[in-house]
């Protein structure tokens, strides 16, 4: 079972960027398909970006698209969501999620097919 930490979320403004983390433990990050989801106040929880378990194919959602980029170091079993040319309608708490992976190049949009998720960190976007 694996235990996943994000961090590195704050408040920036319109047009910065940040670099969220996601520190595992308990088991290895290559084992797994990952994403990351977010959830902004009132709202439900939504898909942002996935990485395949080999790490090989990558999925985001529409609205970050060519701003935002997962990746993951195997060897700090760290996941990272980098996020560029931010809005403020990406203010939302992103949590990082692991799943066994259903297959080498499968990519999970649907925060369903997800089996551990982290506690979340905040993003504030200021205008």
């Known amino acids: 079972q694996v235990q996943l930490v994000e961090s590195g979320g704050g408040l920036v403004e319109a047009g910065g960027s940040l670099r969220l983390s996601c520190s595992a433990s308990?088991?290895?990050?290559?084992?797994?398909?990952m994403g990351w989801f977010r959830q902004a106040p009132g709202k439900e929880r939504v898909f942002v970006a996935a990485?395949?378990?080999?790490?090989?194919?990558?999925h985001y959602g529409d609205s970050v698209e060519g701003r935002f980029t997962i990746s993951r170091d195997n060897a700090k079993n760290t996941l990272y969501l980098d996020m560029n040319s931010l809005k403020p309608e990406d203010t939302a708490v992103y949590y990082c999620?692991?799943?066994?992976?259903?297959?080498?190049?499968?990519?999970?949009?649907?925060?369903?097919?997800?089996?551990?998720w982290g506690q979340g960190t905040q993003v504030t976007v200021s205008s």
């Open positions: 990485l395949s378990w080999n790490g090989g194919v990558t």
């Open positions: 308990g088991s290895t990050l290559s084992s797994y398909a």
């Open positions: 999620a692991a799943a066994l992976p259903p297959g080498t190049m499968v990519v999970i949009a649907t925060d369903r097919g997800y089996d551990y």
